[in-house]
């Protein structure tokens, strides 16, 4: 059994900065690509950033210059470390990663997702 679990989440006034993580668990062989979305109320879930297993990143234009993806293979972690935030940054946000399982099946998990909430 495989499962994401974010945390870093909270309120924070604009300008501020936080810090969200996600640990893979369970019978895991490999990861590959691993990311960070985003859903705020009424509106679509979108890709705010993605990091290689090589470590190549990409980012939403939206964030670019102030959100920073990483990755600790030797903890299967992601983090999102997020700066200079601003009020439209306001969604629950999930952990997406490409995984093998001791099965050698692999697929996209999700995390449960966690909240960030941006005032101004």
Do not use: H
């Amino acid at each position: 059994q495989v499962q994401l679990v974010e945390s870093g989440g909270g309120l924070v006034q604009a300008g501020g900065s936080l810090r969200l993580s996600c640990a893979a668990s369970g019978s895991i062989v490999s990861i590959n690509a691993m990311g960070w979305y985003r859903q705020a109320p009424g509106k679509q879930r979108e890709l705010v950033a993605t990091i290689a297993s090589s470590s190549s990143t990409s980012y939403a234009d939206s964030v670019k210059g102030r959100f920073t993806i990483s990755r600790d293979n030797s903890k299967n972690m992601v983090y999102l470390q997020m700066d200079s935030l601003k009020p439209e940054d306001t969604a629950v946000y999930y952990c997406n990663t490409n995984l093998c399982d001791i099965t050698f099946r692999c697929r996209y998990y999700w995390g449960q997702g966690t909240q960030v909430t941006v005032s101004s």
